[in-house]
């Protein structure tokens, strides 16, 4: 499956295989609480949630979604500084490399002088094709989060269309 998505660019299995290291690693590892959770009232009446088993092969039998623990968040304080001090706006454009191989115009560099960043059209459909041109050119890369969650995105459309035309649409005249 995966290499008929990415046949041609070994960038884009690199980025597939981070992608899916990345969240098989955050979603197997255990989640440690500083404190117990906290227990409903006992004045608030509680309503138990069923999740059906039908149809499901890895659920024996209902299960009671609080019991199970699904969905749990324990909220987790963090701090930040008033100020960031890692550069300061306007930015200076001969500070910024490559800028002449952007392909950026006039308008463009001065919202990135002002900005710090520019958002422009490109020719590129697909992430990979612009950061397969990128690494063949041996420039330096910055691969963004939405890229990433783009390829996860396709890998999942990809899974879920296999499964509705293999399995799902056997089940329908059953229905």
Do not use: W
């Not at 009232?41 to 019991?67: H, K, N």
């Not at 330096?140 to 990433?148: C, Q």
Request: overall charge negative; some cysteine.
């Amino acid at each position: 499956m995966c290499r008929t998505l990415f046949r041609r660019s070994d960038l884009g299995r690199y980025l597939l295989a981070a992608t899916l290291t990345v969240v098989l690693m955050v979603g197997c590892m255990p989640q440690e609480t500083g404190s117990p959770s906290p227990q409903p009232s006992p004045s608030a009446p509680t309503v138990p949630t069923r999740v059906p088993s039908s149809g499901i092969s890895f659920m024996a039998s209902a299960v009671l979604v609080g019991e199970a623990g699904f969905g749990e968040y324990v909220p987790v304080g963090a701090t930040l500084p008033q100020r960031h001090e890692g550069y300061t706006l306007p930015l200076s454009l001969d500070d910024v490399p490559d800028l002449d191989l952007s392909g950026l115009g006039p308008p463009q560099q001065e919202l990135l002088e002002q900005n710090g960043f520019v958002v422009a059209p490109s020719e590129y459909r697909e992430f990979y094709t612009l950061y397969q041109g990128v690494h063949n050119q041996q420039r330096p890369l910055f691969v963004t989060t939405d890229s990433v969650l783009h390829v996860y995105h396709l890998l999942f459309d990809k899974v879920l269309r296999t499964a509705e035309e293999e399995h799902f649409n056997a089940d329908l005249p059953r229905l």
